[in-house]
């Protein structure tokens, strides 16, 4: 008997075409895997009560100043502003008795940057706070303060040369408790995964019918109305992922990192702000993933948090010790290597690993500087002097000119000393811990020929808060997965230390 093709085979983009919708937050969310994700979610009095206090002017304002001052009540949809302003909010919160033992989160998104929340990501403003990871039949009320600054993570102009708006206003959207559905919560980044394997890879690989078809199979189970086709769901899912990568696949070093300009679109005062949000938020990953490593560049910003936060500096402090949280970078900022001169970047070095030496006790090996337009010829010699063994940069991949050959390669100096650079093949320091990012780092991997290995730097920076819980959850899922790279959380120096070893006739 002739077996009959399905409608996915023989229509496959039209398949993709209502994936893509099925995943899609907006027209169909009602009928989608989103009318699944959240168990409950409630917003407004009794449940939600806010109060806020306004800082005059630019000024910052203190945690434990602003706890002594008048606090007034706001509401959902409350206009805090003008530019640059502070505002310090207390959010009231009763858990209802119906979320006990669950997981509640607290959903804040007051339009512009706010510290004390793990943010969603950089172009998300939601942010998200768990309160308990499991509610009690009788909570007692939880008060939360959350700072508010009243501007984006790339200031207020338009990101190019335009001013800032000095009278912008950002509008607080419903303050909600949510409880996620856990199953639906699982099923959601599994389907996550499968959406940017099936968009990155082309039909021509067996992943991407396999992928295809998992997700076929999920949108025909799925039933909004029924919590029990969940199940049925996960296990086709499970189907997939069970297989495992091979030896011969690639191997990505994974390093969190949130690379914040010193000097940008924004006063100094921000930047230390920025500083505070993305280095406290990244210590509560730290406690929570045992196996996460995040790096932090520019003494400068080192300096600041020592000199206003520091009880925080001491906690960065423990953690550098403990080897999860990496000064790197080397030089005082991230410097321009175009104009200044050898004296400039000998002070830069020198400065630099005195502060390392004298706060941490150690250097790092590795000269970071992800974040440049410009190479001086003299800039190796100088790095190796002061001691450094390898080189990490990246705006050298991203000329839409002159399209550098090379990944992983020596950079030979006048003198003839050299040193080992790398480029991450993502062609970005700021990726999102997704799939089809992990494809491309093997895709675009222009040395692969001589390393089947790269440096995988995920999160945004400038304030954005992350590296984010969410990123590291995907890490976890894609860790070992058939379709994509191996994926393993990595200090810089274990993936150069590897290379030096192992790497064969890179050029030179």
Not at 74 to 87: A, E, V, Y
Not at 287 to 298: G, R
Not at 397 to 419: E, R, T
Not at 432 to 461: M, P, R
Request: aromatic share 12%; glycine share 6%.
């Amino acid at each position: 008997m002739e077996t009959q093709m399905s409608y996915f085979q023989k229509h496959p983009d039209v398949t993709k075409s209502s994936f893509n919708t099925f995943m899609f937050k907006g027209q169909f969310e009602d009928i989608s895997i989103h009318a699944s994700i959240f168990e409950v979610h409630v917003t407004g009095s009794p449940n939600v009560e806010l109060e806020v206090c306004s800082v005059p002017e630019q000024e910052r304002m203190t945690f434990e100043h602003a706890i002594k001052q008048e606090f007034k009540p706001i509401k959902n949809r409350h206009l805090f502003g003008p530019s640059w302003t502070m505002h310090w909010v207390c959010a009231m919160l009763q858990i209802l008795s119906k979320f006990a033992g669950k997981e509640v989160h607290l959903l804040f998104n007051p339009g512009c940057k706010s510290m004390g929340l793990t943010s969603g990501n950089g172009n998300n403003r939601w942010h998200k706070f768990i309160l308990t990871s499991k509610a009690g039949a009788k909570e007692e009320r939880h008060i939360l303060y959350l700072e508010v600054t009243c501007n984006g993570m790339f200031g207020l102009g338009d990101y190019m040369i335009g001013p800032p708006d000095s009278n912008c206003y950002f509008t607080l959207q419903p303050v909600e408790l949510i409880v996620k559905h856990p199953k639906a919560h699982v099923l959601y980044h599994d389907l996550v995964v499968l959406s940017q394997i099936i968009n990155e890879l082309s039909k021509d690989s067996s992943h991407w019918w396999q992928g295809l078809s998992t997700v076929d199979k999920v949108m025909t189970a799925y039933d909004m109305t029924d919590k029990n086709s969940l199940d049925t769901c996960l296990v086709i899912t499970s189907e997939f992922f069970k297989a495992k990568t091979g030896n011969a696949a690639h191997q990505v070093y994974a390093i969190g990192n949130c690379h914040i300009d010193t000097a940008w679109l924004w006063p100094y005062n921000e930047t230390k702000h920025k500083i505070t949000h993305s280095w406290s938020t990244q210590l509560g990953l730290i406690e929570k993933y045992p196996d996460y490593m995040f790096a932090a560049l520019q003494v400068q910003q080192f300096k600041w948090l020592k000199e206003f936060y520091l009880g925080l500096f001491a906690h960065v402090k423990e953690q550098i010790k403990e080897g999860q949280f990496i000064p790197i970078g080397r030089t005082w900022v991230e410097i321009d290597c175009n104009i200044p001169s050898r004296e400039s970047f000998v002070c830069q070095f020198l400065l630099g690993q005195k502060f390392f030496e004298e706060n941490f006790g150690k250097c790092c090996k590795v000269f970071w500087l992800p974040d440049t337009f410009g190479y001086s010829s003299q800039l190796l010699q100088i790095m190796k002097l002061s001691g450094a063994e390898y080189f990490f940069t990246q705006k050298l991949s991203l000329n839409n000119i002159n399209k550098f050959p090379h990944m992983m390669f020596h950079w030979v100096g006048l003198d003839s000393s050299d040193i080992l650079c790398h480029m991450c093949p993502a062609d970005t320091y700021k990726v999102e811990a997704k799939a089809n990012q992990l494809i491309l780092s093997v895709k675009k991997h222009k040395d692969i020929g001589y390393t089947n290995e790269s440096l995988y730097l995920y999160g945004f920076g400038n304030g954005s808060g992350i590296p984010s819980k969410e990123m590291l959850e995907h890490l976890s899922w894609m860790k070992n997965i058939d379709a994509l790279s191996k994926v393993k959380h990595a200090h810089p120096n274990e993936f150069y230390n590897y290379m030096s070893k192992n790497s064969k006739d890179l050029v030179m």
